[in-house]
């Protein structure tokens, strides 16, 4: 396969997508959230005590997943986050052979199928000699792309093929034009169905990160999407449009601070300050999921009716928007010259470098060092957080039961759950 001129003559090029996963039935949603869990970079504990992060893993994944079920029921019964990612692969490879680059497309999900060690496996398969790995994330954290290029530097050094395979990483992508232009272009048609848009609060919903993770660990995730939200409304001004707008943080969990302001906080806020018409963006995702479909459009629609607005809207994911998938294939293309080089140029004005795994990590976590998690992890003294304080009683707990259950055989933490 003729490589259209880049890499060393024949070459195979591959496109690897990054993206969270979801449980795609109710069945499915136990054992998604014990990987989600099970991940360090989300419940971290003290090293004497890693040993037991599947235990408290399986645990914790036990005790959520009748409420998360619930939110995956009233969303069709499973998260669409597969099918519709599987669809931009599809579309990505059309548009990439549109520009005469045949390319083959994989999808490669964190805590899911098809998880990331199987789409490796079809990559090593195909024999794939070129890869542009490509994040479905606009902008770059540590606790999503991060998270994901973690584990591939973890398989690439462990496999003899993979580490002497070429590669690029585009970490982030929210300041292309095509990027921004396709929000735009959604956000307008939204706003028009309003009878009078100019009235509008334009609201940014983003998935929140532990504020811990920008202030201790560097994380880019907060200075990308107040910059990304400003390209956005620049190119709404440069239309005409002059509403005004408000970027919140949404999905927080336990007792640590995330970033602020919250979404939940500020929809009250713009209620009671007589805010009647609000057009939620959910601008940290590209795919319809549960984020979207059941915490915004359900939970955040009935809070802002709740709190005094009267007319609300929601802008789509961009899914499979033909400008979006049209600028992706052109990212990939600016990519591929990159491939193999060490430390690429950076994209357009990212504050991440594009480059292999070991650059670009070494971007943000040079040192290698334990990150913060989004819970705080466990240890010993007061706090000024009760719950806190409770979740560490918990711990404890929890500690003593499994020492109970291994010296004496019993199952005490069935015989708890089993409780009604």
């Not at 100019?198 to 609201?203: A, G, I, K, L, T």
């Amino acid at each position: 396969m003729q490589a259209c001129g880049f890499g060393d003559g024949l070459a195979k090029n591959g496109v690897l997508l990054l993206n969270l996963g979801g449980p795609e039935s109710l069945a499915d949603v136990r054992p998604f959230l014990y990987n989600l869990f099970a991940d360090p970079d989300i419940i971290r504990l003290p090293s004497a005590l890693r040993f037991l992060q599947p235990v408290l893993a399986n645990i914790i994944a036990t005790l959520r997943s009748p409420k998360s079920s619930e939110g995956y029921a009233a969303i069709g019964g499973g998260s669409p986050l597969r099918r519709i990612t599987d669809e931009q692969a599809a579309a990505l490879a059309a548009a990439l052979k549109g520009r005469g680059l045949d390319a083959e497309v994989y999808v490669a999900m964190r805590y899911w199928h098809p998880y990331t060690e199987e789409a490796l496996q079809h990559v090593v398969r195909d024999g794939i000699s070129n890869l542009v790995i490509l994040p479905l994330y606009p902008q770059f954290s540590i606790s999503t792309s991060g998270s994901s290029l973690r584990l591939l530097e973890h398989l690439f050094k462990s496999d003899p093929v993979l580490s002497n395979l070429k590669h690029t990483v585009i970490p982030s992508w929210y300041q292309r034009p095509g990027y921004v232009g396709a929000m735009v272009d959604l956000i307008e048609a939204e706003l028009d169905k309003f009878e009078q848009p100019e009235q509008v609060n334009v609201f940014f919903s983003a998935h929140g990160v532990p504020k811990s993770y920008v202030e201790e660990a560097g994380d880019p995730y907060k200075e990308e999407m107040e910059e990304c939200v400003a390209l956005i409304m620049a190119e709404l001004t440069r239309r005409g449009r002059g509403n005004e707008h408000t970027l919140a943080y949404q999905s927080r969990v336990g007792p640590v601070e995330w970033l602020q302001p919250y979404t939940d906080d500020s929809i009250r806020e713009l209620g009671a300050r007589g805010v009647h018409s609000l057009l939620a963006v959910p601008i940290s995702f590209v795919s319809e999921h549960i984020e979207t479909l059941e915490e915004i459009d359900m939970e955040y629609k009935e809070l802002a009716l709740e709190s005094g607005v009267k007319k609300w809207g929601r802008v789509p994911a961009l899914n499979t928007n033909a400008r979006f998938i049209e600028d992706l294939a052109d990212a990939v293309v600016e990519a591929l010259p990159y491939v193999g080089v060490i430390a690429g140029a950076p994209s357009g004005d990212t504050l991440v470098p594009m480059g292999d795994l070991d650059t670009l990590l070494s971007a943000y976590d040079r040192d290698r060092r334990t990150l913060p998690a989004p819970v705080e992890p466990w240890s010993w003294g007061w706090t000024k957080s009760a719950e806190t304080w409770n979740g560490r009683i918990a711990m404890v707990a929890i500690i003593v039961i499994l020492l109970l259950e291994a010296t004496t055989g019993q199952s005490f933490l069935n015989n708890i759950l089993a409780l009604d």
